[in-house]
Structure formats: structure tokens, C-alpha cells
């Protein structure tokens, strides 16, 4: 089965709402000293747009075409990723067939599937899903399903009809150089069909023996190998014992023999793990599971074991155990590791161990800190975030008309230098009772919170924060001013009032207290 891919339309950014029309779209890739189009999604292609057209033509046969970049590297290895998924799921022998097809030998598999329209039907949608445009052709040989996938469409070749299948179809379809094809259309021969009548001596002296090895092919009188992709296999190590075992002593001990025999597979394959889970066969076939995740990609032998030794005994040995085996569910290639040139220089410390140390204690969930979001509102200028930060990105490359390029001044930062914010923020702002202060720019001289009376020493302030109009209608009037202040004991508080004091339109004059310092 030969099924051609098209994912020329799929566009960047969420999907397009109803109603709504987006531009032509097309990819562009360089071809010595001229720009051409690469692929063009439907919209683009009812407009002329062809690819091989140079994109200066198409700008302006087209005004207002969208235009992106082509990245054959990467559709190449997205489609290998596809060929593996193929292999695990649809058939165990599948092949990549240029830079936008798959080749499928059904042989055994198809009746899993309903049949071979059934598989062809199923396959089709489940694409679809994930944003490719397929066609699927099914026959006895990787040349005519070739052939009939990408010059006829969607068809099933019934067993033996290959050669009658092909006859009208264009001599492009045998997959045989250009040259041939020119020589072939001046000869007047344009049908498979006519090439096949033709004698078989004079057509290997006229055109070479790869023309006739190629119409052979695809008619079924030469058999025409598959070079299959073969997914990786998951790591795993294991170890079983002659006697049960029940001791944690015992447990750790073998543990500590598995994780260098992990971290030299890790090490073949260039791998470092993610996620890993060790399972403990108990003699009753109840299986006892450990479960580890790690901040990055990791294969030190040490840290695995450490990480482990802490979750024995979460382990319950019960009759005995007879196997443990550590599985790698999740890896990732290891990339650089940066060099210190000096001797004297002390490498950055690295705090991946220690948050999958604290993880195994805590959890992972537990574990965050807080990144600055660009918001004038205090409890909104900030989020969750994962501990380490993720592998740093390419920046997109701008338009050439974008006038943000013009901008040469450095990024502001999020959070203002010179404006003090308290170490620890509240969720949510808590109400202050029996508050004494001078309206309209005055601090309070005292407050109560939670039940206890503060004496206010030193302030400073107010801040005056407006909100966010431009978000949300209902801030368009409020206002609130901020205070920090300082209590009899020390403790300082950030302090604010609803309201400027003046107009009741802004705020009901309330206090509350938004968070505390040191």
C-alpha cells in the first residue's frame, strides 16, 4: 500500500474561526540564486500557484500571499517519525517512499482492520485528524500502488489486475528519470500501457535496463525489496533471582548491580532518561512499581540509584520477589555540557539533582517558582513556573514590513527595579478591620489583621495602581493606592486602598493587606 502525504495548507497558530478566511498560503525554499515555491495549500493552488513558480511571480500574481519558509529537514523527520508510528500500529513492515510517502506491506494485517477498504478507510481518517491529506492506493506491488496512489487516487487494485490497472495511466508513474520521459513523449509513447507493448531488447538498448527494471517492477515480474524502518526499542534491564528475595537490603543491593547496566545502555544509545520505573515481581504476581521522573535528562548511575534507594520502601516484598526489572519509560538526547576553560573557575552549580532529590521526597507537583507576567495588577504579575527553566529557543525571524524591528531599545523588565514588592504575596487579599487613616494620601496609623491590632511606626507611599481598563470593563474606574508600612515589632506589611480617596466611583475605601516583607 503506497499512501503520498500533504500537509501544504496546515498554517501556524490556532485554527481559523468560522466565518473567517485566511490568506493563501505557501512555503518558499531557496534553489541556487532564485526563491521558489516549495508547496501551496488548496486556496493558493485554485489561484495558479504551483510549486516550482518563482515567489516573486506569485507575489505578484497574488497581492497579500502568505508566505513561510520551508523546512524539508524537518518534514523529512516528522515523516519517519510517522513511518515509526505506522510500524507499531498498522503493519510491521513499513518503508519511507521519497519526502511524502509510505509504503505498507497489508500481507497478514489487513483483516485486523476490517479489511483492506476498512484499513484504508481508517488510516485516511485518523490522518486527517492530525492535518495530512492522504491518498491510499492498495495493489500486489510497491510500483503500482505508487503509481496509482499519486496519478489516480483513492483505489484498491484487485489481485493480478496491476498490469490492466496501469495501462492509461502517464509514463511519469514508473518512477523513471526525466530524460527517459522526454524521449519516451517525443517517440509518441505516453501511456504505460504502450511502453509495456513495446519489445523488450530494443527498449534496454534505447533507454537503459532501469526503464525496463522499473515497468517489471510495477507490473510484478521483478520482486521490488522494501527497506523497512524499524522503531527503537525501549531500554530495559533486568535481573532474576534463583531464591526469592525480601529484604530491602537485598533490594537495594540489586538495584545498585541494575543502574550501571541502565546508564551503559543509556550511554550506547546517547540517551539520557526522563522518566523510569523500576518493578519489583512478587512470587504471587502482584507487581510492586516505583515510579521516578527527573528534572532533565539524566544517566549518572549514582543519582538513579539514589533517587531509587529512597522509594524502597514504598516496596512490599510480601511472599518474595522474583525479578526486578528497570524500565525507561521517557528519554531524550543529552545535549551539551558546557566546558570550563579556566582551572581556577568554578562550573555554574546544577541544580537538576537536587530538584529530582526534593521531588522524591515532596513530589513534584509541590515544587514551582514564580515568573514575572508583564501586568500592572500585582496578584496577576506573576505565575507558576517549573523550576528549571526549559532548553532555550530560536527566536522566530520577523517580516521584513514588521515595525517592531524598528524598536532598538532593550525589553523593559516585567518588574519595575524601583518599585518594591513584598517577598511573600497572598493569594488573595485579606480585609483589615478598625483601620485609622487620613484621607486622601495618608497611610493608616493602625490596623487589625487576623484578629490582632498593629501599631503603624513607618510608612511610605502611596503607589497608585490603576486597572486594567483595557482588559476588563469593570477596572476602568478602579484605583487603588499602596502602602508599606511598619508595625511596632518590625514586621512590615504591603498595605493597600480600594479607592483614591476622593471619588467613590473608584474604589469603596476599604483596606486590605496584599502581602508581607521578609
Not at 525554499?29 to 516573486?56: F, H
Not at 492506493?137 to 487494485?157: E, M, S, V, Y
Not at 499602596?482 to 466611583?505: H, I, K, N, P, Q
Amino acid at each position: 500500500m503506497e499512501a503520498p502525504l500533504h500537509q501544504a495548507a496546515s498554517r501556524l497558530g490556532p485554527p481559523p474561526r468560522s466565518g473567517e478566511e485566511l490568506k493563501p498560503l505557501v512555503t518558499s525554499l531557496r534553489n541556487g540564486s532564485r526563491i521558489e515555491i516549495a508547496a501551496a495549500c488548496p486556496a493558493a493552488q485554485a489561484l495558479g500557484l504551483r510549486p516550482g513558480m518563482a515567489v516573486t511571480q506569485a507575489r505578484a500574481q497574488v497581492p497579500g500571499l502568505d508566505i513561510r519558509p520551508a523546512d524539508p529537514e524537518g518534514d523529512l523527520a516528522s515523516l519517519g517519525s510517522l513511518a515509526i508510528l505506522a510500524a507499531r500500529r498498522w503493519s510491521p513492515v513499513v518503508a519511507v517512499s521519497g519526502t511524502e510517502g509510505l509504503m505498507l506491506d497489508l500481507s497478514g494485517t489487513a483483516h485486523l482492520f476490517g479489511g483492506e477498504e476498512g484499513m484504508a478507510r481508517r488510516i485516511v481518517t485518523l490522518l486527517a485528524r492530525a492535518g495530512f491529506a492522504a491518498r491510499i492506493a492498495i495493489a500486489d506491488t510497491p510500483g503500482a500502488a505508487w503509481a496509482l496512489a499519486r496519478f489516480q487516487g483513492n483505489c484498491i487494485c484487485p489481485p493480478g489486475e496491476q498490469a490492466r490497472a496501469l495501462d492509461d495511466l502517464p509514463t511519469p508513474a514508473l518512477r523513471i528519470d526525466a530524460a527517459a520521459v522526454e524521449l519516451l513523449r517525443r517517440l509518441g509513447v505516453d501511456r504505460i500501457g504502450q511502453l509495456a507493448a513495446l519489445p523488450r531488447a530494443p527498449l534496454v538498448r534505447r533507454f537503459g535496463a532501469a526503464t525496463v527494471l522499473r515497468l517489471d517492477q510495477a507490473l510484478g515480474r521483478v520482486a521490488e525489496p522494501l527497506a523497512p524502518v524499524i522503531p527503537p526499542e525501549a531500554i530495559a534491564v533486568r535481573q532474576r533471582f534463583a531464591e526469592p528475595i525480601a529484604t530491602a537490603e537485598a533490594i537495594e543491593h540489586w538495584l545498585g548491580v541494575l543502574t550501571p547496566r541502565l546508564a551503559a545502555a543509556l550511554e550506547a544509545e546517547g540517551l539520557g532518561v526522563q522518566a523510569l520505573e523500576c518493578i519489583a515481581e512478587r512470587v504471587d504476581g502482584v507487581p510492586q512499581r516505583i515510579r521516578i521522573g527527573l528534572a532533565r535528562p539524566n544517566r549518572n548511575g549514582a543519582h538513579l540509584l539514589r533517587l531509587l534507594k529512597r522509594r524502597i520502601q514504598d516496596v512490599e516484598p510480601g511472599y518474595g520477589i522474583d525479578a526486578i526489572t528497570l524500565h525507561v519509560r521517557r528519554a531524550a538526547m543529552l545535549g551539551p555540557e558546557p566546558a570550563i576553560e579556566r582551572l581556577d573557575e568554578e562550573a555554574a552549580p546544577d541544580l537538576a539533582t537536587l530538584v529530582d532529590t526534593l521531588a522524591t521526597r515532596i513530589g513534584p507537583a509541590a515544587m514551582w517558582r514564580m515568573r514575572p507576567v508583564e501586568s500592572d495588577v500585582p496578584e496577576r504579575s506573576l505565575m507558576r513556573a517549573p523550576v528549571l527553566d526549559p532548553p532555550a529557543r530560536g527566536a522566530l525571524r520577523a517580516k521584513l514590513d514588521d515595525v517592531r524591528q524598528l524598536d532598538r531599545n532593550p525589553p523593559l523588565p516585567p518588574w519595575h527595579p524601583g518599585w518594591p514588592r513584598p517577598a511573600r504575596l497572598l493569594a488573595r487579599p485579606e480585609r483589615l478591620d478598625h483601620v485609622m487613616a487620613e484621607l486622601p494620601d495618608h497611610a493608616p496609623r493602625r490596623f487589625t489583621w487576623r484578629g490582632r491590632a498593629h501599631q503603624v511606626i513607618h510608612a511610605d507611599g502611596p503607589e497608585r495602581i490603576q486597572g486594567e481598563w483595557w482588559k476588563r470593563d469593570a477596572e476602568r474606574m478602579s484605583v487603588r493606592d499602596y502602602f508599606r508600612v511598619e508595625d511596632e515589632t518590625g514586621r512590615r506589611y504591603w498595605l493597600f486602598r480600594s479607592g483614591d480617596g476622593e471619588r467613590a466611583v473608584t474604589g469603596n475605601l476599604s483596606w486590605y493587606l496584599h502581602g508581607v516583607f521578609g
